[in-house]
């Protein structure tokens, strides 16, 4: 074991010691681990840290976007209303094939 890790391991000894870790949530609980054997390795951290913060990829923002404005659309009853999501779905639709297309040209 080398130094740095003699070092971590001793102070992770000492928090549990003194009880720091006590309060954590899901304590006593098994971990849930998630299976990224889909993510190619060298993607699986960014894809976390992705992850963990809710971020999306664009595509796939604008895709959700798109469902939300499918929703939005079925629910109104309004005629100008409706009109005008259709507008912004058609915007959503072209924004999410120019960023493909974009994507598919650069690999």
């Known amino acids: 074991m080398d130094f740095l890790a003699r070092v971590a391991e001793s102070r992770i000894l000492e ?20 299976d990224l054997s889909r993510v190619p390795p060298h993607l699986r951290a960014g894809y976390k840290l992705l992850r963990n913060a809710d971020a999306l990829p664009p595509e796939l923002e604008l895709r959700r976007q798109g469902y ?6 079925m629910r109104t009853t309004d005629p100008a209303e409706r009109e005008e999501l259709r507008r912004l779905k058609r915007e959503n639709e072209l924004r ?12």
């Open 68 to 73: 939300a404005l499918d929703r939005a659309i």
């Open 15 to 34: 928090a549990i010691e003194l009880g720091e870790f006590d309060d954590l949530p899901g304590k006593g609980k098994p971990l849930e681990l998630e």
């Open 96 to 107: 999410y094939s120019l960023l493909v297309e974009r994507r598919r040209r650069r690999t």
